[in-house]
Antibody, heavy 116, light 107 residues
Framework: QVQLVESGGGVVQPGRSLRLSCAAS????????MHWVRQAPGKGLEWLAVLSSDGTNKNYADAVKGRFTISRDNSENTLSLQISSLRADDTAIYYCARDRPSLDIWGQGTMVTVSS | DIQLTQSPSFLSASVGDRVTITCRASQGISYYLAWYQQKPGKAPKLLIY???TLQSGVPSRFSGSGSGTEFTLTISSLQPEDFATYYC?????????FGQGTTLEIK
């Protein structure tokens, strides 16, 4: 079935880097743009980044531009998010989602906790 | 950047009620708006896209309308499983902002 599975979350110290992954299955990954969205504990959804199907066009929310890097490997059906200089306010569940163009398929999320 | 403002932020209603949630955009976004439902501990679920098109599998009691800067999500007759948080999202610009959310609670 159509599925997205995130991984790579955990407890990370402030200032460190982290790479999140999103494994896609059940659909032709290479034909869809993909997004990352996060949700801090008890807060709303925050859109982070989008990457085109071929990986050539990307956009970031102003709040994360320069620290977050979205990428994909269409041969491995994998989307990634590299986060650098982690801060306490990066603590959140991170979701990947398929662009249809609305976000029609979401993963279950991976939790990132930034704490010393 | 385009800002989305949902109203109300909290809504208390009963099973069987008709409820409407509004999403206002800071500038015109044509019909490039989607609505999502999120239940505690779960990922968001797409309900409506292109402002008024019902996503496959979503019950017909959900409907969306609007264009430009004002949009509404209507649930015609609330069911117990509809108590959740609802978000709008604009897809007009390449900064796909969400509204702040509307939590629908049981009265």
């Amino acid at each position: 079935q159509v599925q997205l599975v995130e991984s790579g979350g955990g407890v990370v110290q402030p200032g460190r880097s982290l790479r999140l992954s999103c494994a896609a299955s059940g659909f032709t990954f290479s034909t869809y743009a993909m997004h990352w969205v996060r949700q801090a504990p008890g807060k709303g959804l925050e859109w982070l980044a989008v990457l085109s199907s071929d990986g050539t066009n990307k956009n970031y929310a102003d709040a994360v531009k320069g620290r977050f890097t979205i990428s994909r490997d269409n041969s491995e059906n994998t989307l990634s998010l590299q986060i650098s200089s982690l801060r306490a306010d990066d603590t959140a569940i991170y979701y990947c989602a398929r662009d249809r163009p609305s976000l029609d398929i979401w993963g279950q999320g991976t939790m990132v906790t930034v704490s010393s | 950047d385009i800002q989305l403002t949902q109203s109300p932020s909290f809504l208390s209603a009963s099973v069987g009620d008709r409820v409407t949630i509004t999403c206002r955009a800071s500038q015109g976004i044509s019909y490039y708006l989607a609505w999502y439902q999120q239940k505690p501990g779960k990922a968001p679920k797409l309900l409506i896209y292109s402002a008024s098109t019902l996503q496959s599998g979503v019950p017909s009691r959900f409907s969306g309308s609007g264009s430009g800067t004002e949009f509404t999500l209507t649930i015609s007759s609330l069911q117990p499983e509809d108590f959740a948080t609802y978000y709008c999202q604009q897809l007009n610009s390449y900064l796909y902002t969400f509204g702040q959310g509307t939590t629908l609670e049981i009265k």
